[in-house]
């Protein structure tokens, strides 16, 4: 038998070298609180409680998958998304902030009291289409994915947060969409977008445990889900709809150039909380109807 409080030393101890400070308290405090069944303010006073040799192995299993570099999030096997809990894990990627940055543009940008009808291609854990039917009830929410595994995910997901989604299987560079019901007032995507020469800079813990699939695109063909989503997205837009993207850092004013050539105006890019261009959207008009 071994005290909390000496949990958290070996916490420290172990995970120094690879994380800061902010970083294992919060990581001590989300998986003590989860095994212990122990709110925070309860956590906060029970420093001296016994613990039992199979809650110190799963801390110690904890420590020895972090510094192996598997991602906390798929460790603990959920995440906190625009103020919801999602099961997360090796089906589908870790939802980024940047992507509630998305989200809550969106959000922002229409009447939330008014049903509007969304399409989330290449949905993934389906945190964009689950985030926005939290925010708006009254909506019918599409998610589209290809991965069977990633809609498992998107399935465990809509029980786990009791949010109802329309999910279909849907390849986002097929020739489905004509077998899409058009009216849609958004279509948002964050899809594949890091060109394969960039794998050399990215870290470990993406590489060898998130699915490459949802990662990666060829390096001579960039836009290809910018181009295939655009071309059918404004086609399957009602008028005055919009279209919301999440992008590479470096390809945003490529983006733009393909939802301009494809009828889209008022064209806006916007910089994430880092400064970094990682979002665009466009409108389509009935002016601009072929």
């Known amino acids: 038998m071994s005290q909390l409080s000496t949990v958290r030393e070996v916490f420290n101890l172990e995970l120094s070298p690879k994380f800061t400070a902010s970083e294992i308290?919060?990581?001590?405090?989300?998986?003590?609180?989860?095994?212990?069944?122990?709110?925070?303010?309860e956590l906060m006073f029970a420093k001296d409680i016994?613990?039992?040799r199979h809650d110190t192995d799963y801390f110690q299993s904890i420590i020895d998958?972090?510094?192996?570099?598997?991602?906390?999030?798929?460790?603990?096997?959920?995440?906190?998304?625009?103020?919801?809990?999602?099961?997360?894990?090796k089906r589908a990627l870790?939802?980024?902030?940047?992507?509630?940055?998305?989200?809550?543009?969106?959000?922002?940008?229409?009447?939330?009291?008014?049903?509007?009808?969304?399409?989330?291609?290449?949905?993934?854990?389906?945190?964009?289409?689950?985030?926005l039917k939290s925010t708006l009830p009254l909506s019918i929410i599409h998610a589209l994915e290809f991965s069977d595994n990633a809609l498992s995910l998107i399935e465990e997901n809509t029980s786990f947060t009791d949010l109802k989604l329309e999910i279909l299987k849907f390849d986002a560079l097929?020739?489905?969409?004509?077998?899409?019901?058009?009216?849609?007032?958004?279509?948002?995507?964050?899809?594949?977008?890091?060109?394969?020469?960039?794998?050399?800079?990215?870290?470990?813990?993406?590489?060898?445990?998130?699915?490459?699939?949802?990662?990666?695109?060829e390096n001579d063909s960039p836009f290809v889900f910018y181009k295939k989503i655009s071309e059918n997205g404004y086609k399957l837009?009602?008028?005055?709809?919009?279209?919301?993207?999440?992008?590479?850092?470096?390809?945003?004013?490529?983006?733009?150039?393909?939802?301009?050539?494809?009828?889209?105006?008022?064209?806006?890019?916007?910089?994430?909380?880092?400064?970094?261009?990682?979002?665009?959207r466009g409108q389509k008009l009935p002016s601009r109807h072929e």
């Open 50 to 52: 016994d613990i039992q």
């Open 174 to 217: 097929g020739t489905q969409y004509d077998s899409l019901e058009s009216g849609y007032s958004i279509i948002v995507s964050n899809p594949p977008y890091i060109p394969l020469e960039d794998e050399i800079l990215m870290h470990s813990n993406v590489l060898d445990h998130e699915p490459r699939m949802a990662l990666f695109v």
């Open 237 to 280: 837009l009602k008028d005055e709809g919009w279209i919301y993207y999440e992008v590479h850092e470096n390809l945003a004013e490529g983006v733009k150039d393909i939802m301009s050539t494809n009828g889209f105006v008022n064209i806006e890019v916007r910089k994430d909380l880092q400064g970094k261009e990682r979002m665009i």
């Open 25 to 41: 308290k919060l990581i001590y405090k989300t998986c003590a609180s989860k095994r212990l069944n122990l709110s925070l303010t």
């Open 94 to 131: 870790i939802p980024r902030p940047e992507t509630e940055e998305l989200v809550d543009w969106i959000v922002n940008s229409i009447d939330t009291n008014l049903p509007v009808k969304v399409a989330d291609v290449c949905a993934g854990s389906g945190c964009i289409a689950l985030a």
């Open 65 to 89: 998958r972090l510094l192996a570099n598997e991602p906390f999030q798929y460790i603990i096997g959920s995440t906190e998304f625009y103020g919801l809990e999602l099961l997360c894990d």
